[in-house]
């Protein structure tokens, strides 16, 4: 190839090469324009739902702040379990506390209730004695009083009781007259000295409660009726109802206003009547009222018209027939009705680790005409009987420690003495007690005692023999 040649493809090859990197460099700027142009799109945005790289940014501030919400969730967490800690440490404490409470209560329901017990049985024993005029006022001022002390003491153990979930119920069925008939007879006599008259009106029903319970709010209606009724008449009586036995107690009084008809079941509430001289108490009365039917799941009403009087109610199912066979009868004698006073000359026995409760209650059956025999101790007692068969026993459930049992040592000079009435006492109000006496075939009265329910409960034990 010649020279020429060879210098006409060298520039031809040269011309080339200088297109290409024309049309190269025109393709990078061209590039550089869509790119820049991508760019400023990126950056300003445009669309309709929001850039994306606003996005982009929102996407990394919302991750960022779910980082600082997890560690800031995270020490949360930690405060939450050292707060629980705490709590556990509280519930613990808490639940030690509230056993001392319980223990405490049992301590009072029998240390307090036993001297009040005493003073109850010799004050009504005074009263059976021929005194002046002006001193038998004072005992029965003094009768009244501990009445009321024993009433506000019951209470405010029974509401912690309650409260603290030691109380419970003890069901069993019964012979409504059982319980009404004595309530009928008590509050007869607590309506007269007010100048009141208390119609009842029995009933055959036999339902299923806790006797001691139920009776503790059929007391409190009755309390309250002839409390705040200055004249006319209280009524006790039942209704048959479909879904069980209502009781009811009716007066004459001033009423209760309807926006009063919730607050008086509430602690220290009491409607707004005039403060007389039978108007004492804390209010405290309906509100163990409430407390009682709601663990017996006994509905109670209230109707009431003001100037007119009020009706409190409590409605208890109703018992199978063939259930009441196995209970021990209670059905209390009136006595002033009876022929013959089955207490006059009936031996009793009385056990109790305490003297002052001895001395009472020697004191109080001996005004009966009972001839009373009444020691801490078995031996002592048949020591000094002179070979007497006793009728009817009396013994305090809790006798000291490492002794039995009022229920036991009842169960084994029951068969000692065949045909012993035995009645156990006790300030414990425990359900398991309850149902221990009355699985014995034994009767339970709760401290202080009652001296007219006592006294009706003994005519009824020995006038079955």
């Known amino acids: 190839m010649d020279l020429f040649q060879l210098t006409t493809n060298a520039d031809t090859a040269e011309h080339s090469d200088a297109l290409d990197t024309a049309a190269l460099r025109e393709e990078n700027r061209r590039l550089h324009r869509v790119c820049q142009a991508l760019m400023e799109r990126v950056e300003t945005g445009g669309s309709a739902d929001g850039a994306p790289y606003a996005a982009f940014e929102r996407s990394v501030l919302l991750a960022e ?61 005074l009263e059976t004695h021929a005194l002046p005029d002006t001193s038998q006022t004072l005992v029965g001022h003094i009768g009244r009083s501990l009445k009321d002390v024993e009433g506000l003491l019951g209470t405010l153990v029974d509401i912690s009781r309650l409260d603290a979930g030691v109380l419970h119920a003890d069901k069993a069925p019964f012979a409504v007259s059982t319980l009404l008939d004595a309530l009928a007879e008590e509050y007869r006599q607590v309506a007269g000295v007010r100048g009141l008259a208390l119609h009842y009106v029995p009933s055959s029903a036999l339902i299923e409660s806790d006797l001691a319970l139920l009776a503790r709010v059929i007391r409190n209606f009755l309390s309250n009726a002839v409390r705040y009724t200055e004249q006319g008449r209280v009524l006790l009586g039942c209704r048959r109802r479909r879904e069980g036995l209502e009781i009811m107690v009716g007066d004459t009084g001033p009423g209760i ?32 009222v409430d407390r009682i039917s709601t663990m017996l799941e006994h509905p109670i009403s209230l109707v009431s018209r003001p100037g007119v009087g009020a009706l409190f109610s409590i409605t208890v199912p109703y018992a199978a027939a063939t259930a009441i066979t196995s209970v021990p009868s209670t059905r209390y004698a009136l006595l002033a009705e009876e022929a013959q006073d089955p207490l006059h000359g009936c031996v009793v026995w009385v056990i109790d680790d ?16 009972c001839r009373v025999r009444a ?8 020591a000094a009987s002179d070979g007497e068969q006793p009728a009817v026993l009396l013994v305090d459930y809790h006798l000291g420690e490492h002794r039995e049992t009022g229920i036991d040592l009842a169960a084994r000079l029951q ?42 409960l003994l005519s009824s034990l020995l006038n079955k023999y």
């Open 354 to 369: 305490d003297l002052a409760i001895i001395e009472g209650m020697q004191a109080l059956l001996s005004s009966w005409g």
């Open 257 to 288: 206003p309807e926006q009063q008809r919730e607050a008086i079941f509430l602690e220290f509430r009491r409607a707004n009547q005039p403060q007389g001289a039978h108007s004492r108490g804390l209010g405290l009365g309906l509100a163990i």
């Open 65 to 125: 702040q779910v980082r600082e919400r997890t560690e800031a969730l995270h020490r949360a967490l930690d405060e939450l379990g050292q707060v629980n800690t705490r709590l556990l440490a509280a519930k613990a404490e808490a639940e030690a506390a509230n056993l001392s409470k319980t223990k405490f209560l049992a301590a009072v329901s029998h240390d307090l209730l036993q001297p009040l017990n005493a003073a109850r049985l010799f004050a009504s024993a």
């Open 415 to 456: 068969r000692r003495y065949p045909g012993l009435a035995s009645v156990v006492i006790t300030a414990n109000h425990e359900a398991e007690i309850k149902r221990a006496t009355r699985e014995a075939g034994m009767h339970c009265l709760l401290k202080p005692l009652k001296p007219l329910r006592l006294r009706m």
């Open 375 to 382: 020691a801490a101790t078995v031996s002592a007692l048949e």
